[in-house]
């Protein structure tokens, strides 16, 4: 079957039900706003290919359910992901401070080596704002992980964030691939040896090969 | 305000308990509302008491009770005023859903649909001569899986007769008689605003069926029963409390029956058709199902298998939801009915049968 991308990415968006997760989705992938969505039942993905850099790549990217119920669900997605959202309501405090909840879930469930983005959403709300972004960077300085307000409303940042964190993955993987392959070599059994902590290596390493 | 009250509790309120703090509730949404769309809320209910929705056109396989009378009244006269008597851009299916009218071919589509809820009087009458012979009302009555009432359920149930066939091919009718505790004391039981379940409740209402006139505000007329009706099971049911797929489903019952009758199908859904801990809040029923519809789809269908393993799909992403919802946000509506009433009545019937007789 011929592939019209060059690269796969799994990307993750997690964060209390009601930040705003999959409007950022919506709005990334169908570029559209709607202010009533069906919650998210369990969970659902869209995708999308964007260009980088001359690579074509494809994200698959799933949408998690914030409800409590559904963490089990969820979390057994982490480790497959290569790339996690983490998602807050900038008018909503609480949603904030279970960010640091959700890092400690991302660490015991997904890949050591995760990509991870945090996103302070509805930065339209001024007014109702109850998180500033000076906090926002802070916790992201803490944590040593890429932050960046949006407004999946007004379209602010959602795309930079998503290509922000595809180019991340795609940097690590292509640095990865040169430390276990100076040769080039095509074998997926060198790819396990350099990821073991990946559970399926083969399945996107070896693709990405095979290119 | 008060006159918003008055008008608004009067007909979504069928006289169960928590009224006041109902009203207070609605009273509370509406402060939060565009004065303006109140005041063409208003002057939508003023204009006529009870309305009803032509044959086939919007809100008519509605159960009656459900209509939205504010809307009706403003669909009757769409030139009042002046300025386009508030009507907006889309318009309404036949159970309320917004169709936009941009959507060329989902109106085309919808016309083939359409013919679902044009009855046939031969079909009706049949149906009809069929619950009187095995006396559908009857509580006690055992279900009898006929070759004749095989035929019967694959060709179709009339859409207006839904109601009592589902009520009676999946046990509901049993469950009633059988239980207790009527559904009334349970709303009493369970109407406490301060649990934690409400509080899910509440913030999911009104975004479970948001682009349905009956679902989509606070005050809209599906809103308080499904309330109601979600309480009620986490109340009688603890060990699961509220689960988002089953509001989905509520809903699309209270669409076309009354809300005790909506509330005894879930009833016997949770705890009779669907497998144990399909809800509870390990979700360990409905994982287990997700393998097991995987290793099917490898043994029987290589070529979807194929296409998951080539493209790297994850298959619960996509089927999950099929099955917390009972496929009610998968299919077109008026295949989820059609899709109803083999769920309940026939697929699940062998299943019922069978634990029917392990009790025994």
Redesign the interface.
């Known amino acids: 079957m011929a592939k019209t991308y060059d690269y796969l990415f799994k990307l993750l968006l997690i964060g209390d039900s009601g930040v705003g997760k999959t409007s950022i989705l919506f709005r990334f992938s169908e570029d559209a706003f709607n202010i009533s969505f069906i919650s998210t039942i369990g969970i659902d993905f869209k995708i999308r290919t964007i260009d980088l850099d001359g690579k074509k790549v494809k994200l698959q990217i799933w949408d998690t359910a914030g409800q409590e119920r559904f963490r089990t669900i969820t979390t057994a997605y982490y480790r497959g992901s290569m790339g996690i959202m983490l998602v807050y309501d900038v008018t909503n405090e609480k949603s904030f401070e279970n960010i640091k909840n959700w890092i400690r879930n991302i660490e015991e469930n997904a890949s050591a080596d995760v990509e991870k983005m945090i996103l302070g959403n509805k930065c339209d709300l001024e007014a109702k704002r109850q998180v500033s972004k000076e906090r926002g960077e802070q916790l992201a300085v803490e944590y040593q992980i890429k932050f960046i307000e949006t407004s999946a409303k007004d379209s602010l940042n959602v795309e930079s964030a998503f290509y922000t964190l595809a180019r991340d993955i795609k940097a690590k993987m292509e640095k990865k691939q040169e430390a276990s392959n100076p040769a080039g070599a095509r074998s997926g059994a060198h790819q396990i040896r350099a990821n073991e902590q990946q559970r399926k290596p083969t399945s996107w390493l070896s693709r990405c090969s095979l290119l | 305000m008060d006159l918003a009250k008055s008008l608004f509790s009067s007909r979504d309120h069928v006289g169960y308990v928590g009224r006041e703090d109902h009203e207070r509730k609605i009273s509370a949404a509406l402060a939060d509302d565009d004065p303006e769309d109140m005041i063409d809320a208003i002057r939508g209910l003023n204009i006529a008491d009870e309305l009803l929705p032509a044959p086939g056109g919007p809100f008519s396989a509605l159960t009656p009770s459900m209509v939205p009378q504010d809307i009706m009244a403003k669909l009757a006269q769409p030139e009042s005023e002046g300025h386009g008597g508030g009507l907006p851009d889309y318009r309404f299916d036949e159970f309320g859903f917004c169709v936009e009218e941009e959507d060329g071919p989902e109106q085309s589509s919808n016309k083939l649909l359409a013919d679902a809820f044009v009855e046939d009087d031969q079909h009706r009458l049949q149906w009809e001569f069929y619950s009187k012979e095995i006396n559908f009302s009857d509580g006690e009555g055992k279900l009898e899986k006929t070759d004749k009432l095989q035929k019967m359920v694959k060709d179709g149930v009339p859409h207006s007769l839904r109601p009592q066939v589902w009520m009676h091919l999946c046990g509901a009718n049993k469950k009633r008689a059988s239980t207790e505790i009527t559904y009334h004391e349970i709303v009493r039981a369970s109407s406490d605003d301060g649990l934690v379940t409400s509080k ?1 409740i509440e ?2 209402l ?6 349905n006139v009956c679902f ?1 505000h606070p005050t809209s007329t599906g809103v308080p029963r499904l309330r109601r009706i979600l309480r009620a099971l986490a109340w009688l049911y603890p060990d699961i ?1 509220y ?3 089953t509001g ?1 489903i509520a809903a699309s019952l209270l669409l076309l029956m009354e809300e005790e009758d909506a509330f005894w199908i879930m009833c016997t859904t949770v705890e009779d058709l669907l497998p144990a801990s399909y809800y509870s ?3 360990i029923g ?2 287990a199902d997700q393998k097991v519809l995987r290793s099917l789809i490898s043994t029987y269908l290589p070529g979807i298998d194929q296409v998951l393993n ?5 298959l ?3 089927t ?2 099929w099955f ?2 009972l496929y009610a ?1 998968v299919v077109h509506e008026n295949f989820t009915k059609d899709l109803g009433s083999l769920l309940l009545g026939w697929f699940f019937g062998p299943i019922q049968d069978h634990l029917g007789h392990v009790e025994n």
């Open positions: 899910q913030k999911d009104v975004q479970i069926l948001p682009n989509s409390g689960c988002q797929g989905m809040s390990t979700l409905i994982q080539a493209h790297d799909i994850e619960s992403l996509i999950m939801h917390l919802t946000n």
